[in-house]
């Protein structure tokens, strides 16, 4: 399978190191808006210009689109589908509908196939919710996100006046999460759920508390949680908060039996290192099956419960079967 990163940022570097790992695939090269010579790869791939992908139509399987899902996504996704197929992380949950609409409009039009929201979340916890819900039909959901950075709240901070740089981690309520696993089905408030920690590089002269107040104040990131905000240099910043840790859980608590007299909790949970890099790997696996559906003209957009399981594997159904099964 040749394979086409479109964007190379941090999730694009990650795409590039798992396509390493899967001797099925290929990195035919990478796309970027930037001047192609002064972009330096991980790998020696070839670089080329973002506005000349139309010139690759026949090289190239399948495109990996690693760009934001605020504004990149919704325009990059719909527009690459006319001429290839195409997997994208978008991760806007509540634009999801729309942005499905208008990526299965053009690739149904254009008989190519395109996985969208891959990843962890959306992607596999997405996943774990359907079987959950599908296994235990009286229950309730649960997801904490964290220990990890979250990259959109990062950059929120840091577009502040006086803030040189920022990571903010999103952090599960201990005491919220026990309550969960125990089977209690609590009500939780988002302030219960999760804690937000700050750790902030104010330049020079500036204003901490005027800096910690608007952090703490600010509306649809920190306002509904219990925040810290601890300033710190730019040493520390590096040597402490240089890496892009993150995971959760997914946990269901759900009763059966005659008068539901019977507890049962499913989990699914992530511990990740780089979060980019575990989202690529996601990502790639979805390309071996964007490939094979479109092969079996399965044309259109499609999300991962679209996708049958085996279709992400490199592995053969028989090996499958006995290894796995």
Not at 183 to 191: F, K, M, Q, V
Not at 294 to 300: K, L, M, P, Y
Request: net charge negative; with cysteine; aromatic share 8%.
């Amino acid at each position: 399978m040749k394979i086409a990163i479109y964007g190379y940022g941090n999730l694009g570097r990650g795409v590039e190191l798992a396509i390493r790992q899967n001797p099925d695939t290929e990195l035919f090269g990478i796309f970027t808006r930037r001047d192609p010579k002064t972009v330096k790869t991980l790998t020696g791939a070839p670089v080329y210009a973002a506005q000349d992908v139309e010139n690759y139509t026949a090289d190239i399987d399948v495109i990996i689109i690693c760009g934001g899902s605020a504004s990149d996504l919704p325009e990059m996704t719909p527009m690459l589908a006319k001429s290839f197929n195409v997997v994208d992380s978008f991760d806007t949950h509540a634009r999801v509908p729309e942005h499905f609409a208008n990526v299965d409009k053009a690739a149904l039009t254009h008989a190519h196939t395109a996985i969208i929201s891959a990843g962890w979340d959306p992607g596999l916890f997405s996943l774990a919710r359907l079987y959950m819900n599908t296994v235990l039909p009286d229950g309730k959901d649960y997801t904490f996100w964290g220990r990890g950075v979250s990259q959109g709240h990062s950059d929120a901070v840091r577009r502040l006046p006086g803030v040189k740089d920022a990571r903010q981690y999103t952090v599960p309520v201990e005491e919220a999460l026990a309550k969960v696993r125990n089977g209690e089905n609590p009500e939780l408030t988002t302030r219960q759920k999760h804690t937000r920690e700050c750790y902030v590089v104010a330049e020079e002269g500036a204003d901490k508390a005027l800096i910690e107040k608007q952090i703490k104040e600010m509306p649809n990131y920190f306002a509904d949680y219990d925040t810290t905000v601890t300033f710190i240099t730019e040493e520390e910043m590096k040597r402490d908060h240089s890496e892009l840790p993150h995971g959760g859980q997914v946990i269901r608590c759900g009763k059966t039996g005659l008068d539901g007299n019977h507890t049962h909790v499913m989990e699914f949970s992530l511990k990740l290192d780089s979060n980019p890099e575990f989202t690529a790997s996601v990502l790639v696996a979805c390309a071996r099956a964007v490939i094979r559906m479109n092969s079996r003209q399965i044309f259109g957009c499609k999300t991962l419960f679209d996708v049958p399981p085996a279709d992400l594997s490199p592995i053969d159904p028989e090996e499958m079967r006995k290894k796995l099964l």
